[in-house]
């Protein structure tokens, strides 16, 4: 039996999505997955086989992986979810799904095949630009020659993209470090001495004089992260106008 010529077998299985540019970068993935202590894994393919098969093949026994094509399978308490992307123009299907996960549990892996990656992420970052729902969640934008690891939260008042810091070279162990590059952050609260004092509050709640342990805590917060913090107090019996602020306010 004659054999096809090298060129056309590799043609042929790139066409079968056996062969992708970003499989070679899959190892690093799977570092990701194994500094971070991501031990239990739901693997949930959004239209990318050969990179699921490429991650399912790579990790071999150190995980436990469960890979869900569509069925959106209930991940545990302690469980990670591993989303796989052929190209970024599917990522704004996954906006919601990742609002209703829990914080830092998801990690988004996109092939970036025949699209420069500063293009790549402009596609990504308009996607976001109009989301203002709460998430905050890890991505990893692959190619051939290079892995771009970012951490991204979204809130109401708009969204970070930032690039994940390790704790030293050689490992991929997430260094925790929050820049919300100055966005707003809203809360509603309750006047509680000497935790919370709240003073001047005018009829849709903001208040001109806030005070106490928590506002002491929540200005180091802001100066560290930094984020703009606003305060509104909230009363039991308020007028229905107040209290869709109040809904708008919280998200839900």
């Known amino acids: 039996m004659r054999r096809l010529p090298a060129f056309i077998a590799v043609v042929f299985l790139h066409m079968a999505g056996l062969v992708s540019n970003c499989q070679d970068s899959v190892s690093e993935v799977v570092a990701f997955m194994r500094d971070n202590g991501m031990a239990h894994v739901t693997v949930r393919d959004h239209g990318a ?31 990670y979810v591993v989303h796989l992307l052929a190209d970024p123009a599917s990522f704004s299907a996954l906006l ?114 806030s005070y106490g342990f928590i506002m002491d805590l929540l200005d180091i917060l802001a100066q560290r992260c930094n984020f703009i913090h606003l305060i509104y107090k909230y009363a039991w019996l308020v007028e229905p106008a107040i209290v869709q602020m109040s809904k708008f306010v919280i998200g839900r």
């Open 49 to 79: 086989p050969a990179l699921r098969d490429s991650l399912v093949r790579k990790a071999g026994g150190d995980f436990y992986l469960r890979v869900d094509t569509g069925a959106y399978l209930d991940s545990g308490e302690n469980e």
């Open 96 to 209: 919601d799904p990742l609002a209703n996960a829990t914080v830092l549990k998801s990690l988004v892996v996109i092939c970036i095949d025949g699209i420069p990656l500063d293009e790549s992420e402009n596609i990504l970052r308009g996607t976001l630009s109009g989301f203002k729902k709460n998430s905050l969640f890890y991505l990893a934008l692959l190619t051939s020659a290079e892995t771009r690891w970012k951490q991204v939260m979204s809130l109401q008042s708009g969204y970070t993209w930032s690039s994940l810091k390790f704790l030293q070279e050689g490992s991929f162990q997430v260094k925790e470090d929050y820049d919300l590059g100055g966005l707003t952050v809203t809360s509603i609260s309750l006047s509680w001495e000497p935790f919370m004092i709240m003073k001047g509050c005018d009829e849709s709640g903001l208040c001109t004089q």
